[in-house]
């Protein structure tokens, strides 16, 4: 069996892979009630938000559900990106309404110094980024970001379907109004669903609104059935509500949400002391590293991929756009096995040699 260090679906250890592996029951049992009011209260807790949603569906659809229940196609959202899912961040918005897109290169992270001047000048109602720019393991400096967002009275939106729980979050703190994240990241577990978080004001903001223009994503709809009875409006990934559960159940065992930040801290210290004592280069800024993968220089990168693939069975990942042919990434997220990321870094050094 291989070994997968992909930045999302992850690695799944066999007690997450088993708790799938139940006598199915209907999506309005008490069973299933008891599972998802479990599900939507601890994510509130962990995340510090008002309320809390499941909706079955990729990290990509809770992105989508956020900018459907918050935007107006007659208002403007500013997105300040630093890659390829910073872009689909504003090319979805761009469905909904006038979206203000400002870029950096490739690699470099956004902190509020970069940031300012770009919120200053914007007339935008509603403010997005992404956490944890995936494409180039950048950790963008997003705390004081959303903090200043909010200051202006902005709408605030966080892609983190990469980040969280591998970067800390606390909603109120931050600033955040519409939060997202996918089961399939740092959480561990597989893919299949989106964690939604909201605010007071998130709340305020769509209930307020006489449309929504989506069915499936209309969050009074969820919230409605869920107030009344303690369901979703429509049949949920039932599977995999189960692996994350127990995804849950093992985060609170560890020592709960700040110890498994800690964890993804520590180990991503770890890993890029090791690459770059391989001689490889880090693609992102310095002070911008992501916690939960390691994105690296290589001249040869689809042939470093080949090498652990064939001979190790070792999967890592090219990076993105104008690094595909030399930039390579390494996931070190969820339910991680450490022994084994010391195996892959092992046959990571072994290829490098080689070539």
């Not at 605010?199 to 709809?221: Q, T």
């Not at 992501?290 to 001249?299: Q, R, Y």
Request: proline share 4%; hydrophobic share 40%.
């Amino acid at each position: 069996m291989g070994l997968l260090f992909a930045p999302g679906p992850v690695y799944v250890p066999e007690e997450i892979m088993l708790a799938q592996v139940q006598e199915m029951y209907t999506h309005r049992s008490a069973l299933f009630k008891a599972l998802y009011t479990d599900l939507c209260t601890r994510s509130a807790k962990y995340l510090n938000a008002e309320e809390a949603y499941l909706l079955t569906g990729s990290g990509t659809l809770g992105i989508e559900a956020c900018i459907v229940n918050c935007c107006l196609p007659e208002e403007k959202m500013l997105v300040l990106s630093n890659g390829n899912f910073g872009d689909l961040l504003a090319e979805t918005a761009k469905v909904y309404t006038d979206v203000d897109n400002k870029s950096i290169p490739a690699g470099k992270g956004w902190d509020i110094k970069k940031a300012k001047e770009h919120i200053d000048a914007s007339d935008a109602t509603v403010f997005g980024m992404v956490y944890n720019e995936t494409g180039y393991g950048v950790r963008n400096h997003a705390k004081e970001i959303y903090q200043y967002a909010k200051k202006k009275g902005m709408l605030t939106i966080m892609d983190s379907v990469s980040a969280w729980p591998s970067l800390p979050m606390d909603m109120k703190e931050f600033g955040v109004d519409f939060f997202a994240t996918g089961c399939q990241k740092a959480i561990g577990a597989p893919p299949g669903a989106a964690i939604l978080g909201l605010s007071k004001e998130a709340i305020a903001r769509f209930e307020g609104r006489d449309k929504i223009p989506s069915h499936y994503c209309n969050l009074n709809r969820h919230r409605k059935v869920y107030k009344e009875k303690g369901q979703s409006p429509n049949t949920p990934a039932i599977t995999v509500f189960w692996a994350i559960q127990k995804c849950y159940d093992r985060m609170d065992k560890d020592g709960g949400v700040a110890a498994w930040v800690e964890k993804h801290r520590v180990v991503s210290e770890y890993v890029r002391g090791r690459i770059t004592g391989m001689g490889l280069e880090l693609l992102p800024e310095k002070g911008f590293e992501s916690w939960s993968l390691t994105a690296f220089k290589h001249s040869k990168a689809a042939d470093v991929k080949k090498a652990l693939l064939e001979k190790y069975g070792i999967t890592i990942v090219g990076c993105k756009a104008e690094y595909k042919d030399n930039g390579l990434r390494m996931a070190h997220m969820g339910l991680f096995d450490r022994k084994n990321i010391e195996i892959g870094l092992d046959a990571l050094e072994s290829v490098v040699k080689k070539l």
